[in-house]
């Protein structure tokens, strides 16, 4: 498994492979730490793979603003992110009671990563040129980052899903 602490300090970057398809890596430097692609041209699915284990983020319906993130091949949910009304916060709910809070810029191009409410763990900076990207920042070692690498690719979703205006706020 991947631990994320590992890159406090180090340049870590979300960016599309390429123009046409809807295929992302998640980098440190050369190194691939993470890929995240959509598997149909206008799904709102997405398959993600850290390290040996791979995960799926999907809207339970349409008009829903909760996110279920599941291991692939399994039927239930290892946790769920509901948004506010507006989609500028969204609360994580992980196993074992666990509470990850996320707050998203007005303008769709930022997402921070919180421990509770105020101890900061990650910052993501979303570009937009031909090619999507991202600029993710770790502020401070966490063992939720840690044992859930796959939150920061969840940040990143929840922002495409904002950008596209895909009915992800009511």
């Known amino acids: 498994m991947i631990k994320l ?3 406090l300090g180090k340049n870590l970057l979300i960016r599309q492979k390429s123009f046409w398809k809807r295929e992302f890596e998640f980098l440190s430097d050369n190194e691939i730490i993470g890929e995240m692609k959509y598997p149909k041209f206008l799904s709102e699915q997405v398959e993600c793979k850290i390290g040996n284990e791979k995960f799926i983020f999907k809207r339970s319906h349409m008009f829903s603003n909760v996110v279920e993130i599941r291991k ?3 039927e239930l949910p290892i946790a769920k992110m509901d948004s506010n009304f507006f989609a500028t916060k969204g609360i994580l709910d ?4 666990k509470k990850i809070s996320l707050k998203f810029g007005l303008l769709n191009n930022r997402a921070e990563i919180y421990l509770g409410e105020s101890d900061l763990l ?4 979303y570009k937009i040129a031909f090619k999507e990207k991202c600029d993710v920042v770790i502020e401070k070692r966490s063992e939720i980052l840690d044992e859930y690498p796959w939150i920061i690719l969840l940040a990143f979703y929840f922002i495409q899903l ?3 205006n895909t009915g992800i706020t009511h």
């Not at 992980?94 to 009671?97: A, I, T, V």
């Not at 990650?122 to 900076?125: D, F, P, V």
């Open 5 to 7: 602490s590992e890159y």
């Open 72 to 74: 692939q091949g399994y």
């Open 94 to 97: 992980l196993p074992r009671g």
């Open 122 to 125: 990650a910052t993501l900076h």
């Open 162 to 164: 904002k950008r596209r």
